[in-house]
């Protein structure tokens, strides 16, 4: 009986992770809207920016708001919002209405970022908190990878990729509707983070470090996510967008085989030393991506790419907060916030794609962003780890 309980609670916990996913359909949807409705690289990378802008602002507003209402009832509203974010565009198909769209899909995933992991701690036993976070991490990444496969799929097939939307969302009601006849009783929490708190552990120069370090991944993540199917396009003409989203599926595979196999290699290895190894293959990712024009290289570019940056977050954060464990709420919200960054580097891609009219402009972005890496993992903390 008790195991039946277990899984009764699990079950829409792992599908709410589900859900979570949702929001890495806005690289390729990005890419159909900009077809579409023939936006520039730059217009394009406000969609994205729509995303992830309001983790920037909701991040720690959302754990205050947790405290109140509790972490359930956060993560229900945070489906809720996701379910009306993905029902929009089936109503009303135009540019401002996707990026009302992806505006709520942004707010939805922060209220589920900062609620949904701390939810599972009152579900499974402390030591099997990381393992089940990982498996978490490992759903999400499924809806991930099947987003541009799914959109390629529904546009041969049906003629249609926005098919997709209405997918995901009753894929995101199914978990609503669990959680909510769901009884979890909830451990009591406390934080005392704030924008003020936060603010003032930027003018700590190791701080700000690991903040723009989390900035520079996701700006890497998302950027890949959106340019992906670009490439392949520029580099080989007769390429459909149907058939170049699979580089954007390439790659998430490949971040989801990261994910998967980076609990075992970082028992083993160094972290520092995992860390440089992985900033390694983006750079090497980054170098192909500029010059190659052959498909089956460019694949391997994504793989490497997937791969380098799957574990790039946890080392970062978790390295931030041992650097300053007596401030680690402040520091866990000012990482999440960092998530932003989402917002900030696919739009200037955008903008230097532009500017030299190829992909090649958003791929010296990737690089800058990269080299911040190699830069960060100089930082005595990192050189620290073991």
Not at 272 to 281: A, E, G, N, P
Not at 366 to 381: P, T
Request: proline share 3%; with cysteine.
């Amino acid at each position: 009986m008790k195991s039946n309980k277990f899984l009764f609670q699990l079950v829409p916990v792992m599908l709410a992770f589900f859900a979570m996913g949702a929001v890495d359909m806005v690289g390729i949807a990005s890419n159909y809207v900009q077809k579409d409705f023939k936006l520039s690289d730059t217009v394009a990378g406000f969609l994205p920016s729509m995303v992830f802008l309001w983790f920037f602002i909701f991040s720690v507003p959302t754990g205050l708001l947790m405290n109140k209402i509790g972490r359930k009832k956060t993560v229900l509203a945070s489906l809720a919002i996701t379910v009306l974010a993905l029902i929009i565009p089936v109503l009303s198909y135009s540019f401002w209405m996707m990026l009302f769209s992806f505006s709520l899909l942004g707010i939805g995933n922060t209220l589920m970022q900062v609620s949904l992991n701390p939810l599972i701690s009152n579900i499974v036993a402390e030591n099997r908190f990381a393992s089940t976070l990982t498996f978490g991490q490992f759903v999400k990444a499924i809806a991930s990878f099947a987003a541009p496969l799914i959109a390629g799929f529904m546009a041969v097939k049906f003629n249609n990729w926005k098919l997709l939307f209405p997918l995901y969302a009753v894929l995101s009601a199914l978990p609503l509707i669990l959680l909510s006849g769901t009884g979890i009783e909830e451990k009591p929490y406390e934080s005392k983070s704030s924008f003020l708190d936060c603010f003032r552990l930027l003018g700590n120069g190791t701080v700000l470090m690991f903040f723009m370090g989390i900035m520079a991944h996701v700006g890497i993540d998302v950027g890949i996510n959106t340019i992906a199917p670009r490439i392949l396009i520029e580099r080989i003409p007769e390429m459909t967008l149907e058939t170049a989203g699979v580089a954007t599926s390439v790659y998430f595979l490949f971040r989801l085989l990261g994910c998967f196999s980076g609990s075992f290699i970082l028992a083993r290895f160094s972290n520092r030393k995992f860390f440089i190894i992985s900033c390694v293959l983006i750079a090497l990712s980054a170098i192909g991506l500029f010059f190659f024009s052959n498909l089956t290289l460019l694949y391997v570019c994504m793989a490497l790419v997937g791969f380098g940056n799957s574990n790039i977050f946890p080392i970062i954060f978790t390295t931030a907060v041992k650097s300053q464990s007596e401030h680690e709420n402040e520091i866990s919200g000012l990482m999440i916030m960092g998530v932003a960054g989402g917002a900030v580097f696919p739009l200037l891609m955008g903008v230097a794609s532009d500017a030299v009219h190829a992909q090649a402009g958003a791929i010296v972005v990737v690089a800058l962003l990269v080299a911040y890496l190699f830069i960060l993992s100089q930082d005595k903390h990192i050189k620290a780890l073991s």
